[in-house]
C-alpha cells in the first residue's frame, strides 16, 4: 500500500473526513488575517432553477401567455406573487426573504449567466466554477484562483460544504471541506493519538505529501474544534435542525468563531424541474421554501459578521420561457443570481432586462443573457476585497467586464 493509499485508509484524506488540497501551502502566505475579513458564500444551486418562477417578471403579458399552468398569480391575487418594485415579484415560497429585501441587504440581478449557451448541466456547471466559459481546458475554478490573490495564513481560508472538493475550488491552493451533519465530528483513525503521533512522525519533513498531511490534520482538528464548541453552545439538549437550515447555521457558526475563513461553498441539488413544477404549489415551490428558510437562518446566525460579508446564489442556467407538456420547463438560458448582504445596496433588481417577446429570446425559446456572471462577482471582489484590475484577471482570465455594477 502506497502512503496516499494510506492516509486515505486512516481517514484524513477521506471524503467524509475535513481535509485540504493543493500544492501552495498555507504556511507560504504571509499577511495576518484581519480581525474582521470580508466574507464570501456561494451557494449554487445544482440542476438550473426556474430563475422566472424565482423572480416574477408580472409586468410582463407575455409571462403569462407562456405559462397557462405554471405562471405565478401577480400581486394582490391569492397565491400572488410579492411585489419587489412594480414590475418584478418573487415567488411567495420565498416569503422568508422579504424582510432582506425591505431593508436593502437582498438585490437581484436578472437575465444573468455565461456568455456561451450550454443545456448540459455538466458542461453549463464547469463554465460558472471555472470561469472560463471559453475553454473546457481549465485546470482550476475561479474561488480557488481567488484564494490565491487574498491574503492569509491559515489552513481553512476557504471551506467547502460537501463531501468532495467541487470544481469551483480545486487547484493549486489549499482548501478544508466538510460535512455539516450528524457524521462531521466522527471519529477517525487519525483522531486516536498513538495513530496521530506516529504519522506526525512519519510526514515530518517539508516534501509535498507531507505538507499535506499537515495541512490536513490543521484544519480537521481546527474545524472540529469549532462545531463541538458550537454543538454545546446551541443544542441544550436538543438536535440540531436538518436540511439546509441546519447545515446553514453550522456554517454560519464557524465563520463567526473564524475570522481567518474568508471564502465558503455550498451546493443544493434538486432544482432540474422537467416534471410537475408547479406555481406556488409543487416541486419547485417545495424546494424554494426550506431555501429561503435555510438563508434567513445563515443571515441571523452570522449576526455582525454579516455586515462583512455577501451571499451569491447561482445556478448553471435558466428554463425555457414555456412551459413543457408535463407541468414542467425545460433547459434554457439566462438566469437570475441572488445577493444578500450588509453591505449590499439592496433592494433592486440590477442588470438590462430584454423582455419576454419571441424576438427577443435566444433561439426564440429562452430568456437571453445580458449580463456576464464574471461581471457580477467582479464587482463583488473589487468592491468588498479591493482587488485590482491585475488580480481580478488572475481570477478571471481574459476578461474585462463591459459594464460595472456598483451594488456593494
Not at 190 to 207: T, W
Not at 240 to 256: D, M, N, Y
Not at 265 to 293: C, K, S, Y
Amino acid at each position: 500500500m502506497d502512503r496516499r493509499r494510506f492516509l486515505k485508509f486512516v481517514g484524513l484524506l477521506g471524503t467524509s473526513a475535513i481535509a485540504t488540497f493543493g500544492t501552495h501551502g498555507w504556511v507560504a502566505k504571509s499577511l495576518a488575517t484581519s480581525p474582521s475579513p470580508k466574507r464570501l458564500i456561494v451557494i449554487f444551486l445544482r440542476g438550473g432553477i426556474d430563475g422566472l418562477n424565482v423572480v416574477v417578471p408580472y409586468g410582463e403579458s407575455e409571462y403569462y401567455s407562456a405559462r397557462p399552468v405554471i405562471a405565478i398569480p401577480k400581486p394582490g391575487k391569492e397565491k400572488g406573487v410579492l411585489d419587489l418594485d412594480g414590475f418584478f415579484g418573487i415567488n411567495p415560497a420565498l416569503s422568508p426573504l422579504m424582510p432582506f429585501w425591505k431593508q436593502g441587504s437582498l438585490a437581484f440581478i436578472h437575465a444573468a449567466g455565461s456568455p456561451l449557451s450550454n443545456r448540459s448541466h455538466f458542461e453549463a456547471q464547469d463554465q460558472l466554477e471555472t470561469g472560463t466559459p471559453n475553454t473546457t481546458k481549465t485546470p482550476d475554478g475561479w474561488m480557488n484562483r481567488l484564494l490565491g490573490v487574498l491574503p492569509g495564513q491559515t489552513p481553512v481560508e476557504a471551506v467547502s460544504v460537501g463531501t468532495a472538493i467541487p470544481r469551483i475550488l480545486s487547484g493549486s491552493q489549499s482548501v478544508a471541506n466538510i460535512t455539516l451533519n450528524s457524521n462531521s465530528t466522527r471519529e477517525l483513525p487519525i483522531d486516536r493519538e498513538p495513530v496521530k503521533a506516529a504519522f506526525d512522525q512519519l510526514y515530518a519533513s517539508n516534501d509535498a505529501l507531507s505538507l499535506a498531511y499537515r495541512e490536513g490534520r490543521a484544519a480537521r482538528e481546527q474545524l472540529l474544534k469549532e462545531l463541538d464548541a458550537e454543538m454545546e453552545a446551541a443544542n441544550q439538549g436538543a438536535p440540531l435542525p436538518k436540511g439546509f437550515a441546519g447545515e446553514a447555521r453550522q456554517l454560519a457558526s464557524l465563520l463567526v468563531r473564524d475570522p481567518s475563513i474568508q471564502l465558503a461553498f455550498m451546493a443544493l441539488g434538486g432544482w432540474d424541474t422537467h416534471i410537475n413544477q408547479g406555481a406556488t404549489q409543487g416541486v419547485l415551490a417545495n424546494r424554494l421554501t426550506p431555501l429561503a428558510e435555510g438563508l434567513a437562518t445563515l443571515v441571523e446566525r452570522l449576526g455582525d459578521v454579516y455586515r462583512d460579508t455577501t451571499l451569491v446564489v447561482m445556478s448553471e442556467f435558466g428554463r425555457t420561457v414555456g412551459e413543457n407538456g408535463n407541468g414542467g420547463t425545460d433547459h434554457g438560458y439566462g438566469n437570475v443570481m441572488w445577493l444578500l448582504g450588509g453591505a449590499l445596496q439592496g433592494g433592486k433588481v440590477y442588470g438590462q432586462w430584454p423582455g419576454l417577446a419571441k424576438s427577443e429570446l435566444f433561439e426564440e425559446r429562452d430568456l437571453n443573457v445580458t449580463t456576464d456572471f464574471r461581471a457580477v462577482i467582479s464587482s463583488i471582489l473589487s468592491s468588498q476585497y479591493q482587488l485590482n484590475s491585475e488580480q481580478l484577471r488572475r481570477v478571471f482570465p481574459n476578461f474585462t467586464p463591459a459594464q460595472t455594477l456598483n451594488f456593494v
